[in-house]
């Protein structure tokens, strides 16, 4: 009988798909029971007292049967005749007894198995500390760290500037590393893959946002990838260091009745960095990138012909003005150092670059931009900035001054706003690697050696750098 080849490799596919789906619901079914047992003998990472969070509380919860279905990625719908509930299910890691008390006090004294440079007190001057990192869990990823992009957050809590700082401090959330090891439940990395760890390392994975891949703003408080507290109680500590491990987040939802609608969502609380893709310049991409390319999104900066402002010419600053250029914007940089303008204009290819202290330049421009981002790091007057938006337009803030002062006439002459924005969640996280490596989209960074990052900090202070520093973490830091 004739077959066709086609419709013989088709039923090939089913069948193979289908035995994969039998083994991952005996899996599945194996790790909830044992999954469930851990629970209700350990709390898990949500119910422990999250760092950051306001004022969050039992009540803040969203109860499991409230929670939203994600609308994306379902993968596969299989008609079976029985009825499962894995809602809102997800993999958890747990950490092995390398993170025990004694553990900890041994690492104080200088003895663990990673190698870092620590912040100890106040004076935010780094010297080299040893610390244990967890064993890698089911869910985990363990990478060499490549390279680590300086943030200003890293002057920031080195420095406690707002009077969290948790010492030793190991600072660093712009990571880029190879995977050498990978837990037994981890699908979507293997051992040699490029990737890169941002802003924050875990989140509740139940509540709205997590449910939205803006984990960012978990109701729970995402886990800081520095000076915040991981799922085994411990500190987390930054990528100044010669390793880390971070958890793999995989998702699986919903099965009812006589239909099976299973799903496997590849996020994860690491990034691929795309092929050929050069490390250090990713480093930047996993905060400076990502913080002004959310917000950019978010309001539909993407228009080719509409003009933006830029505020600070630093690390986010010039990501926006690449970003802003990507996007067939007219871009205008405002700045307060006059050496950077040639580079502003040459380098990053701004349209325009303003002296903010320059009255006449400033007026110039009055009422003339769709968008302006501000990521100055220190203070500075808002309603000169107000009244260069066009009607409509919006001021977006990611940088930290310490007040936002402005008159109420500057937001309601022209209907204008003022928002913030924090880095981003891991689905536009790594949406903007993606962006960055098919738009030719690269930082321009000053790659140094660890034993160079406090006079960089200091520099960075100084509003000194072209315009990240990235550390060669694998090449100085032994
Ligand atoms: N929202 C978030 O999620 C997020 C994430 C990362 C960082 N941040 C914050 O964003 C800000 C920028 O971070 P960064 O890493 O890009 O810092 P950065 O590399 O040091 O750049 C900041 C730039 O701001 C300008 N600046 C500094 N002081 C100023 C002042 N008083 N008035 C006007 N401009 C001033 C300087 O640019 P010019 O020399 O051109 O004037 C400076 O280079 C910091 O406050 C940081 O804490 C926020
Ligand atoms: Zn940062
Ligand atoms: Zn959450």
């Known amino acids: 009988m004739f077959r066709n080849p086609r419709s013989v490799q088709v039923k090939r596919e089913k069948i193979q798909r289908m035995s994969h789906f039998v083994v991952e619901i005996q899996r599945l079914v194996s790790d909830q029971m044992e999954q469930t047992i851990s629970r209700t003998n350990d709390l898990d990472d949500a119910s422990k007292p999250p760092l950051y969070i306001p004022e969050s509380s039992e009540s803040d919860r969203v109860p ?28 958890r890691s747990y950490s092995s007894g390398s993170c025990l008390p004694n553990s900890t006090m041994a690492a104080e004294l200088g003895h663990g198995n990673c190698l870092a440079w620590a912040a100890r007190n106040e004076t935010g001057t780094l010297s080299p500390y040893r610390f244990d990192r967890r064993t890698v869990g089911a869910g985990d990823i363990s990478l060499k760290i490549k390279y680590c992009g300086v943030c200003f957050a890293d002057v920031v809590w080195t420095r406690n500037k707002h009077g969290d700082s948790m010492y030793p401090l190991v600072p660093g959330h712009e990571i880029v590393g190879v995977v050498t090891a990978t837990g037994s439940n981890v699908e979507g990395f293997k051992v040699g893959d490029h990737v890169g760890v941002g802003t924050y390392v875990n989140s509740c994975r139940n509540c709205e946002y997590c449910d939205d891949f803006l984990e960012v703003f978990c109701s729970k408080g995402a886990t800081l990838t520095f000076n915040g507290l991981d799922s085994d109680g411990t500190v987390t500590k930054g990528g100044y260091s010669s390793f880390i491990v971070v958890h793999e987040r995989q998702v699986f939802r919903e099965l009812s009745i006589s239909i099976i609608m299973y799903q496997i969502l590849d996020i994860q609380y690491c990034y691929k960095i795309p092929d050929g893709y050069p490390l250090d310049k990713a480093a930047p991409l996993l905060c400076a990138g ?12 993407n228009q080719p012909g509409k003009s933006l402002g830029v505020i600070g010419l630093g690390g986010l600053g010039h990501m926006a003005v690449k970003f802003g250029k990507a996007f067939g914007l007219k871009v205008t940089v405002f700045s307060t150092s006059e050496s950077k303008k040639e580079e502003a204009l040459n380098l990053l290819r701004a349209d325009n670059f303003v002296i903010s202290s320059d009255k006449q330049q400033m007026m110039s421009l009055m009422k003339s931009l769709d968008y302006i981002i501000d990521t100055a790091s220190g203070d500075h007057p808002f309603d ?5 938006l066009k009607v409509g337009g919006v001021l977006v803030l990611v940088g930290f001054p310490s007040e936002v002062r402005l008159l109420p006439i500057s937001l309601n002459m022209g209907a204008k706003s003022i928002s913030g924005s924090m880095t981003g969640g891991t689905k536009e996280t790594q949406e903007m690697l993606n962006f960055c490596a098919s738009n030719q989209v690269y930082p321009e960074v000053e ?17 000194d750098v072209k315009y990240r520093f990235v550390i060669d973490i694998a090449n100085s830091l032994n």
């Open 64 to 91: 499991q049967e409230h929670q939203r279905i994600p609308r994306s990625q379902v993968i596969a719908f299989i008609a079976l005749t029985f009825t499962l509930d894995f809602s809102s299910y997800s993999f």
């Open 290 to 301: 990502i913080t002004v390319y959310s917000p950019m999104m978010r309001h539909k900066m």
């Open 384 to 388: 000169p900035y107000m009244s260069l």
């Open 447 to 463: 790659v140094i050696n660890i034993q160079y990052i406090n006079e960089a900090l200091e520099r960075l202070i100084k509003r």
